[in-house]
């Protein structure tokens, strides 16, 4: 009752009419409320799609590793490797979108040649079509040119980790098994190896230069002591520490022949 | 010119494959492989106990060198159990069989109350004898006789002898008071030497290691006290109005540095024997604290607020003016010059926590040497500096702990209750 009175009151003092803007306003209001609504609730934009982040596992100890992507996501086995070429070549764009457009022409080239290369024997052929045709190979020379370059660039094996001056295979989460680096494993596993406290010498300035030849499966095959150091117990050490590095894993697939120089400059003080 | 880029270029060529060799510079493991066999019977009398407690403490000491890596006892085979005392007798391939490079051996008597221990420390590689002691002492000086051939073989190894036949001193306040004790230096045997009933603080041994030096409140005052420890004869050396602290034996001689505040300001001090004044060292407004000598006694390490915060400070004796040599850090305490000179270390307050540091007496190469929870205090040398001691609470109670002096193998000594701190390590015995 008193409710009705008040609004009855509010018209006459309105001049007893309602203002017709107010169901402007009102409808306006209705209007970006439901826009906020379905735009937060999600049913006006495109679902995005998000891709996870690569995750990097980089040894923080610097130590080569005998695989060093085995962490990462796109760390792949060998036969992947073809799919890395297609993000270097296009660096900037994000991975998703591109590589779809890429996989249909894979697929074309191999009619095509037959298409251009039908038509050529009949002269009748429109001039429309032949320009087609030759377009069509101009792109399979250029797309055949671009897989010859980055395979290059994949023989060379000079990719590194983003930021990263650290060569294949090290520390930098980079690489393949592949791509370790002998020399760096080798130095790490012979001082490892190498067992001699700084109170059994004579002296700290002691060097022994070894050679060590190792077969393409990694098998230790031979070591010559080429210069010793002349402290028994120092090139007694230095053997040992080679009997013990007789294997190298992953095998090389190639003859290691490394000389190896051995002495104590870090203990001198 | 081009009769020398010719030679240059050959040059070159000769020394590329020079640099493609791999170089190692340092072994990875430096640890000596060492056996560490059980006292055998040297007259077939069998006391099993005795052997073990030998070997127990004669593990310690070698475990906190940090230069052995033990071989494991199970893997020992028939050499083991021989007595082979003379270099023939002793199995040396079997040894080194099990990667040995050190080996251990000796045998006990125990006749009369007399014990005879006969321990080697044999070279396997060179199958020969480095040190052989014979000890004869009684049965409760069994541990002596294992510190003292832990420091034998150290001598055998490095050149200088170790450090497990001294004493370290410290205050506890397990008895309900703060009171001075000693221990050996694995932390056995702790022994209260003072009964003040009141504060005692700052231990410090005089050059022979029979008398130590300390504050104590017994008489209200901060007073300076010198007890020998043999005879158990305790003097008060100062008793000066205001503070008598931080007392501390000259290298060499009698003299003793300490802070005295009878004039109202705390200044350094050195006294004779007899507990004169015969200098005084600084003058300055601020407060000037924790003096510590240097080996060769012509200089004083000490602390000052002269330049605002507390920071270390270096001071000859023979006068002149201080000369800063800690840089970093706001609150750098209690230094303590290492026996070879090479080094001072400190604590230093960073956020609410202290820890313990290293300097160069040239200020160079500072380092910190300890991390991780609670504060690590007043660190002073062994006394062939390989060795640093000092207090931390990182355990709830205040404790006293040890440490190699790169800041490895930190390990802690007192037990029982009470807080423990302020250690002192004594010289040789």
């Keep these: ?269 | 010119m081009t009769r020398l880029i010719l030679p240059l270029l050959l040059l070159l060529v000769l020394v590329t494959p020079a640099w493609s060799a791999i170089e190692i510079s340092a072994p990875g493991q430096q640890q000596i492989p060492l056996a560490l066999t059980v006292l055998q019977p040297l007259d077939g009398g069998r006391n099993p106990a005795l052997a073990e407690e030998f070997n127990q403490v004669l593990s310690w000491d070698l475990e906190l060198t940090g230069l052995f890596s033990r071989i494991d006892p199970r893997a020992f085979l028939a050499d083991a159990g021989r007595l082979g005392l003379l270099s023939i007798d002793v199995d040396f391939a079997e040894w080194r069989l099990l990667g040995a490079e050190m080996l251990i051996k000796g045998g006990y008597s125990l006749r009369g109350g007399q014990l005879v221990v006969e321990a080697r420390l044999f070279d396997v590689r060179a199958r020969r004898l480095l040190n052989g002691r014979r000890y004869v002492g009684k049965p409760g000086d069994v541990r002596r006789i294992a510190h003292a051939f832990a420091d034998q073989i150290l001598k055998s190894l490095t050149g200088s002898l170790g450090p497990f036949s001294s004493r370290l001193a410290y205050i506890s306040d397990q008895s309900g008071r703060k009171e001075l004790y000693l221990m050996e230096v694995d932390g056995h045997k702790p022994v209260r030497i003072t009964n003040h009933r009141s504060i005692v603080l700052n231990p410090d041994f005089s050059a022979d290691g029979r008398r130590v030096i300390f504050t104590s409140y017994r008489a209200g005052n901060p007073d300076l006290y010198q007890r020998d420890i043999f005879s158990g004869r305790e003097s008060r050396l100062s008793a000066r109005r205001g503070l008598n602290v931080g007392g501390r034996f000259a290298p060499r001689d009698d003299r003793i540095a300490l802070t005295l505040s009878k004039d109202g300001n705390s200044e350094i001090y050195l006294l004779d024997g007899n507990g004169g004044i015969s200098k005084r060292l600084t003058r300055y407004w601020g407060i000037d604290i924790d003096p510590t000598w240097s080996p060769d006694g012509d200089r004083i390490a000490f602390v000052s607020n002269r330049r605002g915060n507390p920071h270390i400070f270096l001071l000859s004796t023979d006068g002149g003016d201080p000369q800063r040599l800690t840089l970093n850090g706001k609150y750098n305490v209690t230094p303590a010059w290492s026996p070879k000179g090479d080094w001072i270390a400190f604590s230093r307050k960073e956020g609410s926590l202290f820890d313990i540091y290293l300097i160069r007496p040239d200020g160079s190469e500072e380092r910190r040497l300890t991390f991780g929870p609670g504060n690590k205090e007043h660190p002073r040398w062994s006394p062939d500096g390989r060795f640093l001691v000092y207090s931390s609470d990182e355990s709830g109670r205040k404790a006293i702990y040890l440490m190699r002096a790169d800041g490895s193998g930190s390990v802690k000594v007192s037990g029982g209750s009470g807080n423990c701190n302020h250690p002192a390590w004594s010289p040789r015995w």
């Design chain 1, 1 to 269: 009752m008193s409710g009705s009175g008040h609004n009855n009151r509010w018209r006459r003092q309105a001049g007893g009419r309602r203002d017709p803007r107010l169901a402007a306003m009102l409808g306006y209001s209705f209007g970006l409320h439901l826009l906020l609504v379905l735009l937060f609730g999600g049913w006006l934009l495109p679902r995005m799609q998000h891709s996870k982040p690569p995750v990097y596992v980089v040894d923080l100890v610097n130590l080569p590793v005998k695989n060093p992507q085995a962490g990462r996501p796109d760390g792949a086995p060998k036969h992947k490797v073809k799919a890395r070429p297609k993000a270097k070549a296009k660096p900037v764009a994000r991975p998703k979108p591109k590589p779809k457009p890429k996989v249909k022409p894979k697929v074309k080239p191999k009619s095509r040649p037959k298409a251009v290369s039908k038509p050529r024997p009949k002269p009748k052929v429109d001039y429309r079509k032949t320009e087609s045709a030759i377009e069509k190979l101009r792109r399979k020379r250029e797309r055949e040119e671009l897989k010859r370059k980055l395979a290059a660039l994949e023989a060379q094996d000079t990719r590194r980790a983003p930021g990263s001056k650290a060569p294949l295979g090290e520390t930098a989460g980079t690489g393949s098994e592949a791509g370790v680096s002998y020399r760096t494993w080798l130095q790490q596993a012979y001082k490892s190896a190498w067992s001699l406290s700084k109170y059994q010498v004579r002296s700290l300035d002691l060097k022994a230069d070894v050679e060590v030849v190792y077969d393409a499966r990694g098998f230790l095959r031979d070591y010559t002591v080429m210069k010793s150091s002349g402290d028994r117990r120092f090139d007694d050490s230095i053997t040992q520490a080679i009997r013990r590095v007789d294997r190298l894993e992953p095998p090389p697939g190639r003859t290691i022949r490394e000389i190896i120089k051995f002495n104590l400059k870090d203990l001198q003080e």
